[in-house]
């Protein structure tokens, strides 16, 4: 919704297994055309973004990988990168020099195309971790794209990034469910949760 906003893309084509999703991101103009398999999604496009769980992503490149044109962008939104990497380098094959790993630092408590928003990376930093087979033209496109909807585009090696991560949110995560676990657990828990 960002690029089509700032009139980046000419046309979105997307896809999900979710039928329901498909035909709801084509009702909210988040898509201009549903298709049926990710390969399929991806033939002919100039920048694909895997917007999927980071469990999920070998699957899905593995998927896309003989139909993704040779000098596309591929961008993967994932809040973790050495698995990504790892999944792209088993997967991608000659299109390796495609992937540039992403990870914008914007979210919703809601999910879902019915919670999107054309707005959602204004003012946020998104995270760029290139690997060493990452192509040039690839790298400065999508510092490009990036920055023309808006983010502020750092660089970073998929390590760091995971280090710095794990540190600022992924550990805090952990914490505070753990804390919302033990609290529960409590004789009073439940009334204490209601607060």
């Known amino acids: 919704m960002a690029l089509q906003k700032h009139s980046l893309v000419d046309k979105v084509v997307g896809y999900s297994p979710s039928q329901r999703t498909r035909e709801r991101a084509l009702q909210l103009g988040v898509i201009q055309q549903a298709v049926l398999s990710a390969s399929e999604a ?7 973004l895997l917007a999927v769980p980071v469990s999920r992503t070998a699957e899905c490149m593995q998927a896309i ?37 992403a990870h914008p630092i914007a979210g919703k408590a809601q999910a879902g195309v019915d919670h ?37 585009v750092s660089l ?23 804390a919302v676990n033990a609290l529960s657990a409590q004789d009073q828990g439940p009334a204490f949760l209601k607060m």
């Open 156 to 178: 970073m090696n998929p390590q760091d990034h995971d280090a710095t991560f794990a540190a600022v949110s992924h550990v805090p995560h952990l914490l505070a469910f753990a």
């Open 116 to 152: 999107a928003e054309a707005g959602l990376y204004q003012d946020r930093r998104a995270i760029l971790t290139p690997m060493a087979q990452t192509g040039t033209a690839q790298l400065q496109l999508a510092q490009q794209v990036w920055t023309a909807i808006g983010s502020h």
């Open 42 to 48: 991806v033939q002919g496009c100039d920048i694909v």
């Open 65 to 101: 990988a003989s139909t993704l044109p040779p000098d596309c962008l591929l961008m993967d939104v994932g809040s973790t990168k050495t698995d990504v990497v790892a999944a792209a380098t088993a997967h991608l094959g000659e299109r390796l020099n495609c992937f540039v790993p």
